[in-house]
């Protein structure tokens, strides 16, 4: 009999964790950490907040990244993955059609209407591979167009399709895709006269600098792909499962039909990792060809039973506590309040987004005083100015939240689906408070960007030194 005590295992070695992480896993994660002061240790978690051994709360609007979109241990998720477990079923057998894998798709296909049949993977770089490769048998052609700025995971095929240069240095020779301009329908058209597009993977909005498609740009897209026999793919794995006030944000916009959608993230409830890839029956026929053919795409994890389970509570909490309804009317609350800070700070330039996915973008200051601090962050790097506001939200508001990307003076809220007015009202006061010390030229927050600079500056020398 095993005497593994999980309990005991973290009472003894819980305090070790970024010790271990330096020496076993990625060790620059615990250097970067200590560096902008996140070097934060968390006991416990339950809705949109965090808890430290104190017993402080920490108000989460980064979500994992939108993973939590229920926010943390929801009660009726973990009690759906009590019971799968709780009732010892034959999991991936690999040789028979269980219930729960049907009943997930069945519920997902509802919402979106025009696609007829999912695939289940684990992750959303693992909806885009098969939404990528998918594309390619149904169409017979090996070129898929993107958007620059895009970002669609880091495995080989997703990487492809990445807009940031920075996730694919290092990493060639990638596929033979094409980026275009987001929104740029001249330049999808010239692409595609080449006869060689397999699809265009987009996303509705951004992730990276929370940047939307213009209005009216998806259905144009689609139809000009439709002629030349390529595909629309849409990853909605971070804005989809009601994140932008609507299920997919791609049905804010009328007309739009995809063919492949790729969905992941909130829809593990926050415990279990799945990833699905809606499509059309066509697609799918053109994939699964023939029962010679039945595994040519499959995933030793896809559709088992935790994952299915944390889906299917998921999706019905959902509905229940009305959540996309909510992230529309919270997100809107959140917006307009931030919206009426940009006259007020010259630092502060947009706030945009939809939904609970929203950006607040910095830039230039108009004041000598301020532009001249602004001038010396920018040329030591990129980002910094919003890595200054970050810091302090975490660090004397108890409030997480991070730069939308790198080199980018952006801040991403994407926060759990069931914050409300307190939350909002947290959020815009310590705002406020960084803001108005940002605007003073000194203090802390000020003292932090020069140490910044100074990381900046010797982690260019040592990197140069390396070569």
Known sequence: MSQFDLAKLLAERGGEGYALHSRHLNHQLPRMLRTIGFDKVYDRAAGAYFYDTDGQDYLDMLAGFGVMGLGRHHPVV??????VLDAGLADLTRFDCPPLPGLLA????????????????NSGTEAVETALKFARAATGKPRVLYCDHAFHGLTTG??????????REGFAPLLPDTPIPLGDLAALTRELKRGDVAALVIEPIQGKGVHATPPGFLRAAREALRQRG????????????????????????EGVDPDLVCVAKALSGGYVPVGATLGKEWIFKKVYSSMDRVLVHSASFGSNAQAMAAGLATLQVMED?????????????????????????????????RG?????????PSSLRLRS??????TARKGLFAQMVVAPLLRRHRILTQVSGDHLEVIKLIPP???????????????????????????????????????????????????
């Open 321 to 353: 506590e009305d959540l996309t309804a909510n992230a529309r009317r919270t997100g809107e609350l959140l917006r307009s309040g931030l919206a009426a800070l940009v006259g007020r700070y010259e630092l502060l330039h947009e706030v945009r987004g």
């Open 417 to 467: 689906l069931i914050i409300g007015e307190p939350e909002v009202e947290r959020f815009l006061g310590a705002f406020t408070e960084v803001m108005d010390e940002a605007h003073t030229g000194g203090g802390l927050m000020w003292d932090f960007g020069r140490t910044l600079m100074k990381q900046t500056v010797a982690g260019r020398r040592s990197s140069q030194g390396a070569w």
């Open 230 to 253: 390529a595909l629309l793919i849409v990853d909605e794995v971070q804005t989809g499962l009601g994140r932008t006030g609507d299920f997919f944000a791609y049905q804010h916009e």
């Open 78 to 83: 973990r009690q759906a993955l009590h019971d």
């Open 106 to 121: 069945e519920k997902l296909l509802a919402r979106a209407p025009g696609m007829d049949r999912v695939f289940f993977g």
């Open 356 to 364: 609970l996915m929203i950006g607040i973008e910095f830039g230039r």
């Open 373 to 378: 601090r602004w001038t010396m962050l920018q």
């Open 158 to 167: 997703a990487l492809s399709v990445n807009g940031e240069g920075g996730f």
